[in-house]
């Protein structure tokens, strides 16, 4: 048994002063308010806050991190640049340079991830001996990390639609592909959930999808059988470009959300990533349905993308939460942060989410949007994962722990623990300097490039 003791806590009801954390196992297993620490007790000064959830992440999208401001375009250009890193993966350099990238993530407070996979197979498009062998490399590599997986195995098949139909994927597309939605769920089928581990399903986008495949996706993931939970969460890109929009409307007549809706996709167990460009009718549509809106406002200003209706799909009864996608920065308090900004840019007012509300966003929500309904609070019987941001860096000292979220960064979190394990402790992972290993998965990747 292990107890924490933390000056200042978001509890399901608010920021509580003095609160004694009991950890037996993998769980919390008391919470008491105390005002002062007992002997034994592991004191954490500052605010403690569940584990942050990224809900959406590309591990090696970090590679791109600073590489691609130079000659401007837009989401499509950065796509080939995207696609030159790709082609250079292998199960050896991903797992390490997924290894770096998620301690990364647990630095800043992310105790688990979502990370939406779609590199399966070899460059020519070729299986592996092992068909999930690009899966079982981020396993691995979050493993030793210290952080929870969700592992959102994706569906692509095709290389794009406009109004003429689907286009066949392209060679560096190649490695994605299942062939059909069946081939892909025989192969998901075989991934084994652990005690960190999730299986969950992805539809990379109506663009990389038929029609005809979406609605056998989604029974997948909603089968109660084999050793899935079940359902599997569901994600699926959504209206992040309005040459998506313009593709499906020529195509099918629909937008992307209605065409979601029609064949049934849409449900509390799928989350829509990004949902920038939504008319009013797929607000609703979401919303009616329970289907969760993961935002990723770092890389979607980062890339052009725009602004999407956080708020509206917020009151609509769409749940959200947030991802770090290409990973321009992994910082959940930018993210939250921006969540706010942005809607205040838009709408000429502040304070449109309480600083609890984004606090829930980035754990709670976050967290079963991933499969882990028992994580994302601090209660009895919720997961142990916590982390720690300090009052006293040049950054926070002086923010009301209520709002320090809008104030802190990445840097000041101190303690961060997965599963009752402290894995990161005074600003330091267990394994040592995180931008080392950064720097070695990086130089491997990225030579001469």
């Known amino acids: 048994m292990t107890t924490f003791w933390a000056e200042h806590a978001q509890l399901p009801s608010g920021i509580t002063s003095g609160v004694r954390i009991q950890v037996s196992g993998d769980r919390i297993s008391a919470i008491e308010v105390r005002t002062h620490p007992r002997p034994g007790d592991t004191k954490l000064q500052g605010v403690t806050f569940p584990g942050m959830a990224d809900a959406h992440s590309h591990a090696f999208h970090r590679a791109l991190r600073g590489r691609t401001h130079a000659s401007g375009g837009d989401f499509w250009t950065w796509r080939e640049r995207m696609y030159a890193v790709m082609t250079r993966l292998t199960p050896d350099n991903y797992r390490d340079l997924a290894r770096a990238v998620f301690a990364e993530m647990v630095l800043a407070g992310f105790t688990t991830v979502g990370e939406f996979h779609y590199v399966h197979h070899q460059p020519d498009g070729r299986p592996y001996a092992d068909p999930n062998e690009m899966g079982h490399a981020l396993r691995e590599a979050a493993s030793d990390a210290g952080i929870r997986l969700t592992l959102l195995d994706t569906c692509y098949l095709t290389g794009g639609l406009d109004g003429g139909g689907y286009h066949p994927l392209d060679s560096a597309q190649r490695r994605f ?3 059909s939605a069946e081939s892909w769920a025989g192969r998901v089928s075989q991934l084994v959930e652990g005690p960190e581990f999730r299986v969950g399903a992805a539809i990379h986008s109506v663009r990389a999808v038929p029609r005809d495949q979406l609605t056998e996706i989604a029974e997948m993931a909603g089968d109660a059988g084999g050793v899935h939970q079940a359902p599997m969460p569901l994600h699926v890109h959504l209206s992040e470009q309005l040459a998506e929009n313009a593709a499906t409307l020529a195509c ?3 937008t992307p959300t209605q065409l979601l809706a029609e064949e049934e996709v849409l449900s509390a167990h799928t989350t829509a990533v990004h949902a920038t460009h939504l008319t009013e009718e797929d607000i609703r549509l979401l919303g009616d349905s329970g289907t969760g809106a993961c935002f990723c406002p770092l890389t979607e200003r980062d890339l052009a993308d725009g602004i999407g ?32 900004m942005h809607e205040r840019l838009v709408t000429n007012e502040r304070g449109r989410f309480t600083p609890l509300e984004l606090a829930t966003i980035g754990t709670e929500n976050g967290y079963r949007a991933l499969g882990w309904p028992d994580g994302g609070r601090l209660e009895v019987g919720a997961l142990a994962d916590l982390c720690n941001v300090r009052l006293d860096s040049v950054r926070t000292v002086g923010a009301k722990p209520a709002q320090v979220l809008y104030a802190a960064t990445s840097g000041d979190v101190d303690t961060v623990v997965v599963g009752g394990r402290v894995v990161v402790e005074g600003g330091y992972h267990r394994h040592g300097s995180v931008a080392l290993m950064l720097r070695t998965a990086l130089d491997q990747l990225l030579e001469e490039m």
Do not use: N
Request: proline share 8%.
């Open 309 to 340: 209706p956080a708020y509206d799909l917020h009151r609509a009864g769409s749940p959200l939460s947030i991802g770090t996608d290409q990973h321009v920065a992994i910082d959940p308090w930018g993210e939250l942060r921006s969540l706010e």
């Open 177 to 179: 592909g299942d062939g």
């Open 252 to 254: 099918y007549g629909r």
